[in-house]
């Protein structure tokens, strides 16, 4: 006789870590990240950068759903690893359409509708393999009821924007966004499970160091057709170094104090902690470094010659705005998840973004590589100034032994 299709899923225990099958999953992510950069960088204007981030917050949503699954059950485990597996074809394909996702190109299959229609699937499945692992917990089925909704609207109304084009589409994308996210907000996380604080935290750490990665991939690719060259040795150090930056400010502490402030809370309230601060507040921080991306993959071309470019020529407008403000947007993300975390409000954080925001129009007459350096320099003034000022209470994070 065979088996249900529940039991062959094995739970997912409070100290369970991620599994080879997630970081597999993860690389369609690094894919699709890099899609939103090249198709924001092709149309570097406000309406661009405002589609690239309804990109993102779709592709976010579809990754959410996993992380949440996979710490109610084992993604390598029995039908989960055969669901996760094709939740990942249909991402990569999703991925595919990106250059399509608002305007169609000739011949073909109709690139909006496909991307819609690989939201979906990636969705469905999702919600499908949830109920099947929810089993006989009546309040994780309810929850998923109550869900399902959000899931066809939004869905639904990316299907209506492949049909649309210009300001309007970009409104429906915009309304199917807030379907998704605003829905599931509003019915509230009673019912969801949070099993494993330290498979949670440590898959969005993960995530995170997958977009820093993909700021570096954006480096390398911007100037793979130019000559090497000592302006674009300089510049790639320094976004490099930028990067190193971000992750610094996020690893150092602040990823082992959250999970520990994640483990120590319970039930309903570890779950309304997952989902302020991983599930909404890691958006902006996946935004942010996108956005970066994209500055300096422009940053890069600029100094390298591309297009005429000379070393003096200044980046601006949304790209300049892109770069610095996709900084400031991580540190205001980074405030708020520590707030919700820890009660901890860093003062210097929010100085820092209100400064990247204020330099923006006057970096904007200086030369390329100088407001590269400019921004390298502030983000390493942030690193210094919080290692003298957090000395000892970084010492007791990283080095105090925690049951």
Same mark, same amino acid.
Request: with cysteine; charged share 15%.
């Given at each position: ?33 890099? +899609? ?23 592709? %976010? ?27 990942? @074809? ?33 969705? *469905? *499945? ?14 994780? #089925?309810? +929850? ?32 199917? *966004?807030? @379907? ?22 440590? #898959? ?42 971000? %992750? ?26 997952? +989902? *302020? ?34 070393? @003096? ?91």
């Amino acid at each position: 006789m065979n088996k249900p299709l529940r039991s062959r899923m094995e739970r997912v225990g409070e100290r369970a870590s991620a599994t080879n099958l997630e970081l597999f999953f993860d690389l369609v992510f690094v894919f699709a990240l890099t +899609q939103v950069t090249a198709m924001m960088a092709e149309t570097p204007t406000w309406p661009g950068l405002l589609r690239g981030a309804l990109l993102l917050s779709v592709i %976010w949503w579809s990754w959410i759903g996993y992380s949440w699954l996979s710490n109610w059950v084992k993604a390598d485990e029995g039908l989960a690893r055969s669901a996760m597996l094709i939740a990942m @074809a249909a991402m990569f394909l999703l991925a595919l359409a990106i250059p399509e996702a608002f305007d169609d190109l000739p011949g073909g299959l109709d690139g909006p509708l496909v991307l819609a229609f690989c939201y979906l699937l990636v969705r *469905v *499945v999702h919600v499908w393999l949830f109920w099947i692992a929810a089993g006989d917990e009546a309040e994780l #089925r309810a +929850q998923l009821v109550r869900f399902v909704p959000s899931m066809i609207g939004g869905t639904a109304l990316l299907a209506i924007a492949s049909q649309l084009s210009g300001a309007a589409q970009t409104a429906v994308w915009a309304a199917a *966004v807030l @379907a998704d996210y605003g829905g599931t907000m509003l019915i509230g996380t009673k019912g969801w499970r949070l099993p494993s604080a330290k498979h949670f935290a440590e #898959r969005y750490g993960l995530i995170i160091i997958i977009a820093l990665g993909e700021s570096i991939v954006a480096i390398g690719v911007g100037v793979t057709h130019l000559a090497i060259s000592w302006p674009i040795i300089v510049a790639a150090t320094l976004g490099l170094a930028i990067a190193g930056a971000l %992750w610094w400010s996020y690893f150092d502490t602040h990823v082992l104090a959250a999970e520990q402030a994640l483990a120590e809370a319970r039930g309903a309230e570890r779950v309304r902690m997952g +989902q *302020v601060a991983y599930t909404y507040l890691h958006l902006p921080l996946m935004i942010g470094i996108v956005m970066l991306a994209l500055g300096l993959k422009k940053v890069l071309g600029y100094v390298g010659g591309e297009k005429g470019h000379t070393l @003096a020529d200044p980046l601006y407008g949304p790209p300049l705005w892109a770069m610095y403000g996709g900084v400031a947007l991580f540190m205001f993300a980074y405030v708020g998840i520590g707030w919700r975390t820890k009660h901890v409000f860093k003062v210097e954080r929010v100085v820092l973004g209100v400064v990247l925001l204020a330099v923006v129009p006057l970096v904007s007459y200086v030369p390329a590589m100088a407001s590269l350096g400019v921004l390298t320099v502030l983000l390493i003034a942030l690193i210094v100034y919080e290692w003298f000022k957090y000395h000892d209470i970084r010492e007791e994070i990283r080095h105090a032994t925690h049951e």
